[in-house]
Antibody, heavy 117, light 109 residues
Framework: EVQLAESGGGLVQPGGSLRLSCVAS????????LSWVRQAPGKGLEWVANIKQDGSEKYYVDSVKGRFTISRDNAKKSLSLQMNSLRAEDTAVYYC??????????WGQGTRVTVSS | EIVLTQSPATLSLSPGERATLSCRASQSVSSYLAWYQQKPGQAPRLLIY???NRATGIPARFSGSGSGTDFTLTISSLEPEDFAVYYCQQRTNWPPIFTFGPGTKVDIK
């Protein structure tokens, strides 16, 4: 069974930084693209970033380019999202997902990020 | 940028009824269209991928169809656990950039 567990969310001031982490189990981590998908309060889903199996390719939604960095450690079966220069509009639940090449077929329970002064 | 539009925004039906959800793209998209179900307080779950393939463990009452710009998710006979929000999602050919539709809420009439 695919299991993904996010951590690292919290309250941060505008302009601040936060690092989200996700630990995976139940599948061959190094064989899959991985992604972060977010959901603002009461809103729909928004893909944020994805990363290839070996980390050689990374893509971002335009609104986070230059501010967010996705990375992975296959030995530790972990995925990260470094978020800098945070804005109020980045407030959301952030989901770690298996997939990001064609679809998202495994989801964590999410970690909440609130950007507010 | 491809925009996905879902209709209706809300669908009010009774258990046992048939649900037909629409997802329309602003331009022709590949067959890499997926559907997700999300219940309150839960993470989304993949239902359908590549337009018409059911994900692992998804009941046969869920089916997907379509091509080009128009796609449909059909729930043949609603069960109580099917009342939820449904999102469609597409991927650009390259690079792998993803877009979700705004969602359709299926609620109990």
């Amino acid at each position: 069974e695919v299991q993904l567990a996010e951590s690292g969310g919290g309250l941060v001031q505008p302009g601040g930084s936060l690092r989200l982490s996700c630990v995976a189990s139940g599948f061959t981590f190094s064989s899959y693209w991985l992604s972060w998908v977010r959901q603002a309060p009461g809103k729909g889903l928004e893909w944020v970033a994805n990363i290839k199996q070996d980390g050689s390719e990374k893509y971002y939604v335009d609104s986070v380019k230059g501010r967010f960095t996705i990375s992975r450690d296959n030995a530790k079966k972990s995925l990260s999202l470094q978020m800098n220069s945070l804005r109020a509009e980045d407030t959301a639940v952030y989901y770690c997902t298996r997939g990001g090449y064609l679809r998202f077929d495994g989801w964590g329970q999410g970690t909440r990020v609130t950007v507010s002064s | 940028e491809i925009v996905l539009t879902q209709s209706p925004a809300t669908l009010s039906l009774s258990p046992g009824e048939r649900a037909t959800l629409s997802c329309r793209a602003s331009q022709s998209v590949s067959s890499y269209l997926a559907w997700y179900q999300q219940k309150p307080g839960q993470a989304p779950r993949l239902l359908i991928y590549d337009t018409s393939n059911r994900a692992t463990g998804i009941p046969a009452r869920f089916s997907g169809s379509g091509s080009g710009t128009d796609f449909t998710l059909t729930i043949s006979s609603l069960e109580p656990e099917d009342f939820a929000v449904y999102y469609c999602q597409q991927r650009t050919n390259w690079p792998p950039i993803f877009t979700f539709g705004p969602g359709t809420k299926v609620d109990i009439k």
